[in-house]
């Protein structure tokens, strides 16, 4: 680390620290859950997971939380992904490679828009 | 970008240590490891949560769920089901004293909802020993406004304006005390943070310290830039090794990233701030005592003035400010005097935090704004008594602050009411009495604290403190009469009077806020010879109802001095010549046929 000497390298730590720190709060629009199962791992979830996290990242979107959970319980489909927005209904996507998940979120965390070629289950359980 | 997708904080402050932090934090990590999730989940430790007394705790980000009073097996199952499935394990969050489950955001505790924070805004929230979360939080973000928007003046008008006051007792105007510092002559000028915290059950200090290093070395430069100093040292007590070594590891990263050293933000103003471990003698928490203490000498208190505004460490002027206190200059830079203004009362204003202990149910740390009152700080807040009886009082301020009986409870706290009652506000100790307490012996409690720490230098304190205890002993044990209250006044006040530090001045404090506000129960220990809260040993007996006895015999097996005589389903009874007072009959008794009395 070489010196800080302005208010703009102070400004680009903050900025790059507080996207990690931002994770912690809790006032978030949505929420994306990644299905880490066993048979999740094994179709590539944790790839989906780092697409996610890229994508959220790149687009500069720190109000949407991303977790992972256990098997949702369709393992035919995996990776799973639940994508739930504030007052929306929460949908399931399946088949999420990383590619997907892109488009998953440029078009329903960005657009607002559900990606239909991919959802498997809108509603709650 | 790290591939964080949960964070996992947990407490790591000395109440969490000592209930098991460490052995839930290996659980939490090993199982995390179990499941392939370390890639994903971080384990934080933090400072001092200040729910201590639920301990330890961690609270998982983002969902902000707070759980309590863990085990290594409950953080096996936490991992297993929130962290791997998303599903809230009920069983280790919080429950209100009514039963009732809370929500499981953090912030909605009714515990943290009241709180306002300011001093520990970061303290339970960021990663202590990484300056990059300090800076996410807007840290040294002031000091660089320091540097590139302010004159010195300026800067101390701010302080000036904002109210602030000392948090460390005594509550003189920060700002003041820096614009007298910066007045005073003198080429070299220095900066210290009193870190040493004597105050038995106040950790308000250590717990800034541990939980977020920065803010303090943050304002220390500030104020160096402020009065001319180039040099700081922080003064801790060696009882505090992991805030010394969060400290240390603070410097070398504040040095790294040109936040300490020589051309601070690239500016023209170079500042170092150096550790002294102090040896943890209460006398040295006076500043006079500590500067002696800073150069190598005894820590002993010298006559004031001159005052280190003029004539500090090394007969240079000092700016000597608490850790607290330094806590709150960053946020009244960032935000302004009028925002800080905006808090707490008019004369008080801002926040405070206290330590809350004793017989209440959330013991901790709490950061509330000035003027809250004693009410709502012990019952909404702190949860009301834990023993299930009234609260009797609250003694504010440590061992050199009052108490203030229940009648009190609607005052506002700040230091003007609190000094009106004959308490203090102090470092913000507040232990919590109930009718179980006597107020006889707490005075002679507090007092015995003061006679130990007194460091003898001057008479009335050595001598005339050891006198004051030497009497409610007396009274404690049954042989005090009405003359001795007097006295008891007249020596408190004389004390008060002719010490020459701050420890002398205030030790008979506790005395004489309770003769004040408990004169009857001194009364009755004089006159009746009786202990109304059933506390003092010599004025108690113990005796069995022997319409509730049946003669089990529990209790004649049980005692350790074979006071208690009778056969087997006969009724017993106990020879208070031999009691020893123990209580272990009255625990064993499943009939309830034995108590105390008095006399
Ligand atoms: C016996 C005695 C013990 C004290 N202990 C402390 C202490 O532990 N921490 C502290 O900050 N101030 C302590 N003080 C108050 C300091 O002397 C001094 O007023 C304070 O550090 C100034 O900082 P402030 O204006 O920020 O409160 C003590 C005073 C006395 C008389
Ligand atoms: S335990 Fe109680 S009931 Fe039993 S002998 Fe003792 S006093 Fe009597
Ligand atoms: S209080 Fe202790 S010493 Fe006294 S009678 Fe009971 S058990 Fe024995
Ligand atoms: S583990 Fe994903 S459906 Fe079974
Ligand atoms: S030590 Fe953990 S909450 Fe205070």
């Not at chain 2, 384990?43 to 759980?67: Q, W």
């Not at chain 2, 919080?94 to 955001?105: D, L, S, W």
């Not at chain 2, 430069?221 to 603070?250: F, S, T």
């Not at chain 2, 330590?355 to 003027?371: D, F, R």
Request: neutral net charge.
């Amino acid at each position: 680390m070489s010196k800080v000497k302005s208010i703009e390298e102070l400004m680009k730590i903050k900025e790059r620290a507080l996207k990690e720190l931002q994770l912690r709060d809790t006032g978030k629009r949505g929420k994306i859950t990644v299905a880490m199962g066993t048979c999740g791992i094994a179709a590539g979830a944790k790839e989906t997971l780092r697409a996610i996290v890229e994508a959220l990242a790149e687009n500069n979107i720190n109000d949407v939380a991303v977790v992972q959970s256990g098997c949702m319980g369709l393992c035919e489909v995996e990776p799973t992904v639940e994508v739930r927005l504030e007052g929306q209904e929460p949908v399931v996507y399946g088949h999420v490679t990383p590619e997907n998940a892109k488009r998953i979120v440029k078009l329903h965390i960005m657009a607002n828009q559900i990606v239909s070629d991919l959802m498997v289950r809108k509603g709650e359980m | 970008m790290p591939l964080t997708t949960s964070t996992v904080l947990i407490c790591a402050g000395g109440a969490c240590i000592s209930s098991g932090e460490a052995s839930v934090k290996e659980a939490l990590k090993k199982e995390i490891r179990k499941y392939g999730l370390d890639e994903v989940v971080r384990v934080v430790e933090t400072g001092c949560m200040g729910a201590c007394s639920l301990g330890p705790i961690i609270v998982i980000y983002p969902d902000g769920v707070f759980y309590q009073k863990l085990t290594p097996r409950a953080a096996e199952k936490i991992v297993q089901e929130h962290l791997l499935k998303g599903r809230i394990v009920q069983e280790y969050l919080y429950k209100m004293p009514t039963g009732e489950v809370v929500p499981e955001a953090m912030d909605k505790l009714p515990f943290f909802a009241k709180q306002v924070k300011i001093a520990t805004r970061n303290v339970g929230y960021i990663d202590p020993s990484n300056i990059e979360e300090y800076i996410a939080r807007d840290g040294y973000f002031a000091l660089n406004k320091v540097l590139t928007q302010m004159s010195p003046e300026q800067v101390i008008e701010e302080i000036k304006r904002s109210g602030l006051r000392g948090r460390g007792g005594a509550g003189f105007p920060t700002g003041l005390k820096w614009e007298l510092t910066r007045k005073a002559k003198g080429d070299r000028k220095y900066i210290v943070c009193n870190a040493d915290e004597g105050d038995p059950g106040a950790f308000m200090d250590r717990s800034i310290l541990e939980g977020d290093p920065h803010t303090v070395l943050e304002a220390m430069v500030i104020a160096g830039y402020a009065i001319g100093a180039h040099q700081g040292y922080i003064y801790v007590r060696a009882e505090y090794p992991l805030a010394i070594e969060r400290l240390q590891i603070a410097i070398a990263q504040a040095k790294e990233f040109g936040f300490l050293g020589e051309n601070i933000l690239g500016s023209e103003f170079g500042f170092d701030i150096e550790i002294r471990i102090g040896a943890g003698a209460f006398v040295c928490g006076e500043e006079t005592a500590l500067i002696a203490s800073i150069e190598g000498k005894r820590g002993q208190p010298r006559v004031k003035p001159p005052y280190p505004a003029q004539s500090g460490v090394w007969g240079c002027p000092t700016v000597i400010n608490n850790v607290e206190t330094f806590a709150c200059v960053p946020p009244i830079i960032i935000k302004g005097a009028d925002w800080f203004r905006s808090i707490g009362t008019p004369t008080s204003p801002g926040t405070k935090v206290f330590a809350l202990a004793g017989k209440i149910t959330n013991t901790g740390l709490v950061e509330v704004p000035m003027g809250i009152t004693i009410k709502e700080l012990l019952y909404e807040i702190g949860g009301g008594s834990s023993t299930g009886k009234k609260i009797k009082a609250v003694q504010t301020g440590g061992p050199s602050g009052g108490c203030i009986p229940s009648e009190y409870f609607d005052t506002p706290v700040d230091y003007e009411s609190l000094q009106k009652l004959g308490a203090i506000m102090g470092s913000g100790g507040m232990i919590v009495m109930d009718e179980d307490d006597c107020m006889v012996d707490v005075a002679r409690f507090f007092l015995e604290f003061t006679v130990d720490e007194s460091c003898g230098k001057c008479t009335p304190c050595r001598e005339g403190t050891r006198q004051m205890l030497k009497i409610l002993e007396k009274i404690t044990s049954g042989e005090g009469s009405e003359k001795d209250l007097i006295e008891l006044e007249t020596l408190g006040n004389i004390i008060k009077d002719t010490s020459l530090c701050g420890l002398g001045q205030t030790a008979p404090n506790p005395v004489l806020s309770t003769l004040r506000y408990y004169r009857h129960e001194y009364e009755a220990h004089v006159r009746e010879k009786r202990c109304p809260a059933l506390r003092c040993k010599a004025l108690v007996r113990y005796v069995i109802d022997p319409s509730k006895c049946v003669g089990c015999t529990a209790c004649a097996r049980v005692c350790p001095v074979n006071a208690i005589s009778g056969e087997l389903r006969k009724v017993h009874t106990i020879d208070n010549d031999v009691c020893v007072r123990c209580g272990s009959c009255i625990e064993v008794c499943r009939f309830g046929a034995i108590s105390k009395v008095s006399p």
